[in-house]
Structures are given as structure tokens and as C-alpha cells.
């Protein structure tokens, strides 16, 4: 049974030169303070631990606060790469055995991560920066109830750029769609993996190995 976690911020600004930081590619805007534009609330029918694990794969660059460490993934001062070259930081820190909050936003952007095999750029080239709060609850049943908030700035001058209007006021709503559609993957390969282990361990058979690949976001 995971401990309870305390509220837990990581003190900002880091020491060293400010200069030298990422700050979203207008330097001096903290995406922390705008409103969301990319809100989700939803019943997921995974466990929480699952769910977090699938929807917020990463590598971890740097580990943060062990004595704040929620999940693999998440703990304050944790540095985490997407698969999208998308470089977040842990901020904040928040867990019961029911349920797991935390903050995070973008360190840094890259954009040599491509769509479709290379023939097209990938999701880095398309935003700016982005700051967010995930909170996990325990809601029975092996399911979790998901609220996702965050904001996401678009970059207006990129290749996917068809039009400025759809990305000024349309994209929030677009980047729930993909969330959603990413979520639909998730519950997917969880009954797919549920299904699996009740096939390979019958009543009084023995158990197979867990599924551990899948989806990255």
C-alpha cells in the first residue's frame, strides 16, 4: 500500500543563471498560470497505476525527491523525456493510497521526433510549451477516474499549420480528441491484457507472464 504523500512543491527558480532556461520559446512565460485549454474528465477502466504508467511513459532523466516519489514517473524535481521530445518537469506532488496528483510542465522542446515513419513532423514542432496537473482516483472496480488539466501553447509557424484561426481557438479542442483517442488505447490493451492472463491461468492453471509493451505518449 503506497504512503500517503503530503503536498510537496518544487521551489522555483532552480539555482544557476536564468538565462539558461527554458521558458517556452518567448522566454518569459510561465504556462502554469493560463487557464486550461486541454481538460479531460473521465471514468477510465484501468487501475490507476496501469493508467498512469501507459498514459505518462517516459524516460526518466533525473529521478527528483525519493521521499515524494508517487509512482516511477512521478515524484518533485523528477525530469521525464516523451517519446515526443517532450522534456517535463515534476513541480508538485500529492498522494493517498487512493489517489495520485501532481504539476508538471515543459523543460525543454525538440522536434526530431516525426509522424508517420519520418515523412512529417512530430508533435514537438507543433507547441510551444505546455504546463498540466493529472489527478488519479482509486473509483472501484479496477477503474480510475481521470482529471486532466493543463495549457498547451500552439507554435503558429510549423509545417502541420494549416490554419492560424484553428490553432488560436481551436486548439484545446483538438488536443482533447487526441487525449481521448490515446485513452481509448489504453482501456484497449488493458482488457486485452486482462483477457490474456484469464486465458493463460484458468481456475487452478498457472499464471502467465504480464504484459508489459504498448502505447507511449
Known amino acids: 500500500i503506497m504512503a500517503t504523500i503530503a503536498t510537496s512543491t518544487l521551489t522555483l527558480p532552480l539555482p544557476g543563471n536564468l538565462d539558461n532556461?527554458?521558458?517556452?520559446?518567448?522566454?518569459?512565460?510561465?504556462?502554469?498560470?493560463?487557464?486550461?485549454?486541454?481538460?479531460?474528465?473521465?471514468?477510465?477502466?484501468?487501475?490507476?497505476?496501469?493508467?498512469?504508467?501507459e498514459?505518462?511513459?517516459?524516460?526518466?532523466?533525473?529521478?527528483?525527491?525519493?521521499?515524494?516519489?508517487?509512482?516511477?514517473?512521478?515524484?518533485?524535481?523528477?525530469v521525464r523525456k516523451?517519446?515526443?521530445?517532450?522534456?517535463?518537469?515534476?513541480?508538485?506532488?500529492?498522494?493517498?493510497?487512493?489517489?495520485?496528483?501532481?504539476?508538471?510542465?515543459?523543460?525543454?522542446?525538440?522536434?526530431?521526433?516525426?509522424?508517420?515513419?519520418?515523412?512529417?513532423?512530430?508533435?514537438?514542432?507543433?507547441?510551444?510549451?505546455?504546463?498540466?496537473?493529472?489527478?488519479?482516483?482509486?473509483?472501484g472496480a479496477g477503474k480510475t477516474q481521470l482529471e486532466h488539466t493543463g495549457y498547451q501553447e500552439p507554435a503558429l509557424f510549423h509545417p502541420c499549420c494549416f490554419c492560424f484561426c484553428c490553432q488560436l481557438v481551436a486548439w484545446g479542442p483538438i488536443g482533447a480528441v487526441f487525449l481521448g483517442g490515446d485513452l481509448d488505447k489504453l482501456e484497449a490493451k488493458y482488457a486485452n491484457q486482462m483477457s490474456s492472463q484469464e486465458a493463460s491461468n484458468p481456475v487452478g492453471g498457472s499464471g502467465g507472464a504480464p504484459v508489459t509493451e504498448g502505447i507511449i505518449r
Do not use: W
Open 55 to 78: 498514459f505518462k511513459q517516459c524516460s526518466v532523466l533525473a529521478p527528483g525527491d525519493a521521499a515524494t516519489a508517487a509512482h516511477p514517473f512521478v515524484a518533485v524535481g523528477l
Open 82 to 139: 516523451t517519446q515526443y521530445n517532450m522534456v517535463e518537469i515534476v513541480t508538485e506532488v500529492e498522494a493517498t493510497p487512493e489517489m495520485i496528483r501532481h504539476k508538471f510542465h515543459t523543460a525543454a522542446v525538440g522536434g526530431e521526433s516525426m509522424c508517420f515513419d519520418g515523412c512529417c513532423p512530430g508533435p514537438a514542432d507543433c507547441v510551444n510549451g505546455y504546463a498540466g496537473e493529472i489527478v488519479l482516483t482509486d473509483a
Open 21 to 53: 532556461g527554458f521558458n517556452g520559446k518567448d522566454r518569459g512565460i510561465d504556462y502554469t498560470t493560463k487557464p486550461s485549454n486541454q481538460t479531460v474528465s473521465r471514468l477510465v477502466n484501468a487501475p490507476k497505476d496501469f493508467l498512469l504508467t
